[in-house]
């Protein structure tokens, strides 16, 4: 495992042009990356450079302001995912993006959660509606974290429902600033911002968990450890996760455990992965793209065996990419709709 700035067609690859609309970059900025990059800037700076030229338009009108903090959050968060591993230049870049959500979240209402967990701590943010019915924890796996969902939860909120934007175990401010690796109990991680979401009057309804990508896997394992989750989405996630000799998987999993020995990797995976004799006893949505290329749904269906076809659903879409996100507006309906009918069940 190299560390150091990958070439800039790896990066193209890890972060195509559904991907960065999907987490939130406006189009024209996703052009300009394109032009950038295609004159040989490196990939974080034209990043960074774009999230300048967004957060000078962040002043005047509220609106505004936070639709220019969200789209300048999101170049950001795309800067830093060009540094696999937690190098000062990675930390300064996400320092700037929760700096950026934190300017978006003061004028848009959001509040920030931080738990305290294992000797670091956990963040989120809780974005909610006017009368919430329901609360969903959201989150993502390996490179996309917390925010990086605020579409996701835009659809959410616009149904009725409270969207918590976590950070768990070896990601984001957790592990950037607080040394929290993902060597720690994953299931009780996760289950503690469901504590936290069941122990506030203002918070009311069931609660659910909408993993994405290896999030997707902390999503099934705690659901079926914790029965007070009513429904779980997983969204491209292998129940028994390893090594996939793919540059940018491999090197992002050796930075989530702190460590680039491949074996100590691999133990961990097989401590993390969905156990023989896990049920889950929630609803469960599982999401699959055919054209994935990191997750098959062979991959995903001892999470539908362990639910059982009573309590399972499974949509695909044939040439969906990894964690559909070339069909992102009508995945987020689709899920957000089966978040409503379980709530109301």
Same mark, same amino acid.
């Given at each position: 495992?190299? +560390?150091?700035?990958?070439?800039?067609?790896v990066?193209?690859r890890?972060m195509p042009v559904?991907?960065?609309?999907?987490c939130?970059?406006?189009?024209s900025?996703?052009a =300009?990356?394109?032009?950038a990059?295609?004159? /040989? @800037?490196?990939?974080?700076?034209?990043?960074?450079?774009?999230?300048?030229?967004?957060?000078?338009?962040?002043?005047?009108?509220?609106v505004?302001?936070?639709?220019?903090?969200?789209?300048?959050?999101?170049?950001?968060?795309?800067?830093?995912?060009? %540094?696999n591993?937690?190098?000062?230049?990675?930390?300064?870049?996400? #320092?700037?993006?929760? !700096?950026? @959500?934190?300017?978006?979240?003061?004028?848009?209402?959001?509040?920030r959660?931080q738990?305290?967990?294992?000797?670091?701590?956990? @963040?989120?943010?809780?974005?909610?509606?006017?009368?919430?019915?329901? #609360?969903?924890?959201?989150? =993502?796996?390996?490179?996309?974290?917390?925010?990086?969902?605020?579409?996701?939860?835009? !659809?959410l +909120?616009?149904?009725g429902? #409270?969207?918590?934007?976590?950070e768990?175990?070896?990601?984001?401010?957790?592990?950037?600033?607080s040394?929290?690796?993902?060597?720690v109990? @994953?299931?009780?991680?996760?289950?503690?911002f469901?504590? %936290?979401?069941?122990?506030?009057p203002?918070?009311?309804?069931p +609660? =659910?968990?909408?993993?994405?990508?290896?999030?997707?896997?902390?999503?099934?394992?705690?659901?079926?450890?914790?029965?007070?989750?009513?429904?779980?989405?997983?969204?491209?996630?292998?129940a028994?996760?390893?090594?996939? /000799?793919?540059r940018?998987?491999?090197d992002?999993?050796?930075?989530?455990?702190?460590?680039?020995?491949?074996? !100590?990797?691999?133990?961990?995976?097989?401590?993390?992965?969905?156990?023989?004799?896990?049920?889950i006893?929630s609803?469960?949505?599982?999401?699959?793209?055919g054209?994935?290329?990191?997750?098959?749904? !062979?991959?995903?269906q001892?999470?539908?065996?362990?639910?059982g076809?009573?309590?399972?659903?499974?949509?695909?879409?044939?040439?969906?990419e990894?964690?559909?996100?070339? %069909?992102?507006?009508?995945?987020?309906?689709?899920?957000?709709d089966?978040?409503?009918?379980?709530?109301q069940?």
């Amino acid at each position: 495992m190299t +560390v150091g700035l990958a070439p800039t067609e790896v990066l193209w690859r890890a972060m195509p042009v559904p991907r960065l609309l999907d987490c939130g970059m406006v189009p024209s900025d996703v052009a =300009g990356l394109r032009a950038a990059t295609d004159e /040989g @800037v490196p990939w974080d700076v034209a990043c960074a450079e774009l999230a300048e030229a967004q957060l000078e338009r962040a002043d005047g009108n509220r609106v505004t302001a936070v639709e220019a903090l969200r789209a300048g959050a999101a170049d950001l968060l795309f800067a830093q995912m060009a %540094h696999n591993f937690d190098t000062a230049r990675k930390r300064e870049l996400y #320092t700037g993006f929760t !700096a950026a @959500v934190g300017r978006a979240g003061a004028l848009a209402g959001w509040e920030r959660v931080q738990l305290p967990f294992a000797g670091g701590y956990l @963040v989120g943010w809780i974005v909610r509606p006017a009368a919430p019915r329901g #609360t969903v924890i959201l989150f =993502g796996g390996q490179s996309g974290w917390g925010a990086a969902y605020l579409r996701l939860a835009d !659809a959410l +909120v616009a149904r009725g429902l #409270t969207a918590f934007l976590v950070e768990g175990p070896g990601q984001g401010e957790p592990r950037l600033e607080s040394g929290l690796y993902l060597d720690v109990d @994953v299931r009780a991680a996760y289950s503690t911002f469901v504590d %936290h979401v069941l122990a506030r009057p203002d918070l009311p309804g069931p +609660v =659910g968990l909408w993993g994405n990508s290896m999030g997707g896997l902390y999503a099934g394992t705690t659901a079926a450890s914790d029965r007070r989750v009513t429904a779980v989405c997983i969204n491209g996630a292998p129940a028994q996760p390893r090594l996939l /000799g793919m540059r940018t998987f491999d090197d992002q999993a050796a930075a989530m455990l702190g460590t680039t020995d491949p074996d !100590a990797i691999q133990r961990n995976f097989d401590r993390l992965a969905l156990r023989p004799g896990d049920r889950i006893e929630s609803a469960l949505l599982v999401l699959h793209g055919g054209a994935d290329p990191i997750v098959s749904l !062979a991959d995903q269906q001892p999470f539908l065996d362990a639910a059982g076809p009573d309590r399972s659903t499974l949509r695909i879409w044939v040439d969906g990419e990894h964690v559909v996100t070339n %069909h992102a507006e009508e995945r987020n309906a689709f899920v957000t709709d089966w978040f409503c009918e379980q709530f109301q069940r």
